[in-house]
């Protein structure tokens, strides 16, 4: 399988190459990186929780299985990919998740950020996107889980505390994660998986329905655009765009940073940086 086509050229389909010279782009298959329940991981520390609903056996997994055996991604240089398969987060179990990461950023994180829970990357995430913020506020807002959940924070080196404000760290040092694209898988061509696939959006990059054949109705495809959610369509190992995915920068939540540091310790718990 090559790109999809006619993508947006900020899609992690069609990501732009860089012009600096410094090395070639790779391919990189998605089925080899690959993370889903058949792998042990030991994710009770630090309470982040990473768990899968784990494969049902039927066409909708049959089409998920063939889309991992075909397709391959163009990653610049220094950039990794790591997929997830079904993992649980608070809008359910999207099909797949690929996330593009820059490792000589993660590679430089304290081990401390081992330590760190699903509530603090709720704060961190606020304040990366608020700047500084004062202490009273925040104690006001999170109340009695505040101070540890400074402190964890702090210790991680992803934060800088102050007398009466804190702030997060350059976001480009702290958040390596590039580009998040959540797939849903569906044989029929419903509502329903369209709106699946929107709320996945909430910390995707972009976020697409994946369907196994190409044609589908204008209803349906003007309800996925109107929500920004893209339309591909894979029919004898070849992907077709039917509809564009609107293109976010991450992160966007909370949930986007859950990415980040899964990302991060399988490949730490995996020997990769």
Same mark, same amino acid.
């Given at each position: 399988?090559?790109?999809?086509?006619?993508?947006?050229?900020?899609?992690?389909?069609?990501? $732009?190459?860089?012009?600096?010279?410094?090395?070639?782009?790779?391919?990189?298959?998605?089925?080899?990186?690959?993370?889903? $329940?058949?792998?042990?991981?030991?994710?009770?520390?630090?309470?982040?929780?990473?768990?899968?609903?784990?494969?049902?056996?039927? $066409?909708?997994?049959?089409?998920?299985?063939?889309?991992?055996?075909?397709?391959?991604?163009?990653?610049?240089?220094?950039?990794?990919?790591?997929?997830?398969?079904? $993992?649980?987060?608070?809008?359910?179990?999207?099909?797949?998740?690929?996330?593009?990461?820059?490792?000589?950023?993660?590679?430089?994180?304290?081990?401390?950020?081992?330590?760190?829970?699903?509530?603090?990357?709720?704060?961190?995430?606020?304040?990366?996107?608020?700047?500084?913020?004062?202490?009273?506020?925040?104690?006001?807002?999170?109340?009695?889980?505040?101070?540890?959940?400074?402190?964890?924070?702090?210790?991680?080196?992803?934060?800088?505390?102050?007398?009466?404000?804190?702030?997060?760290?350059?976001?480009?040092?702290?958040?390596?994660?590039?580009?998040?694209?959540?797939?849903?898988?569906?044989?029929?061509?419903?509502?329903?998986?369209?709106?699946?696939?929107?709320?996945?959006?909430?910390?995707?990059?972009?976020?697409?329905?994946?369907?196994?054949?190409?044609?589908?109705?204008?209803?349906?495809?003007?309800?996925?655009?109107?929500?920004?959610?893209?339309?591909?369509?894979?029919?004898?190992?070849?992907?077709?765009?039917?509809?564009?995915?609107?293109?976010?920068?991450?992160?966007?939540?909370?949930?986007?940073?859950?990415?980040?540091?899964?990302?991060?310790?399988?490949?730490?718990?995996?020997?990769?940086?």
């Amino acid at each position: 399988m090559q790109s999809v086509m006619h993508a947006s050229p900020a899609s992690v389909f069609h990501m $732009p190459l860089s012009n600096s010279g410094r090395g070639a782009s790779t391919h990189v298959a998605w089925s080899e990186c690959l993370v889903d $329940p058949s792998e042990n991981h030991s994710w009770s520390e630090g309470g982040l929780g990473l768990r899968f609903r784990g494969s049902v056996a039927g $066409p909708e997994q049959d089409l998920v299985l063939a889309f991992l055996s075909a397709a391959t991604l163009e990653l610049r240089p220094g950039r990794s990919l790591t997929v997830f398969a079904e $993992p649980a987060i608070d809008s359910g179990y999207p099909d797949l998740v690929g996330v593009v990461w820059r490792s000589e950023v993660a590679r430089q994180w304290s081990i401390e950020r081992e330590r760190l829970r699903a509530a603090d990357l709720r704060l961190l995430h606020l304040l990366s996107t608020k700047g500084a913020l004062e202490l009273s506020f925040l104690r006001e807002v999170f109340q009695r889980g505040f101070n540890g959940m400074l402190t964890r924070l702090e210790e991680a080196n992803v934060v800088s505390v102050g007398k009466t404000r804190c702030r997060a760290r350059s976001l480009k040092s702290i958040f390596a994660v590039e580009h998040i694209v959540a797939i849903e898988a569906k044989v029929s061509a419903t509502q329903r998986v369209i709106k699946q696939a929107c709320a996945n959006t909430w910390f995707s990059s972009e976020s697409h329905a994946l369907l196994p054949r190409p044609q589908t109705g204008k209803r349906l495809t003007s309800m996925a655009a109107s929500l920004g959610v893209g339309m591909l369509s894979f029919e004898h190992d070849h992907v077709a765009q039917v509809c564009e995915a609107s293109i976010r920068a991450v992160p966007l939540s909370y949930g986007s940073w859950l990415f980040n540091e899964w990302t991060w310790r399988v490949a730490r718990r995996a020997g990769a940086i």
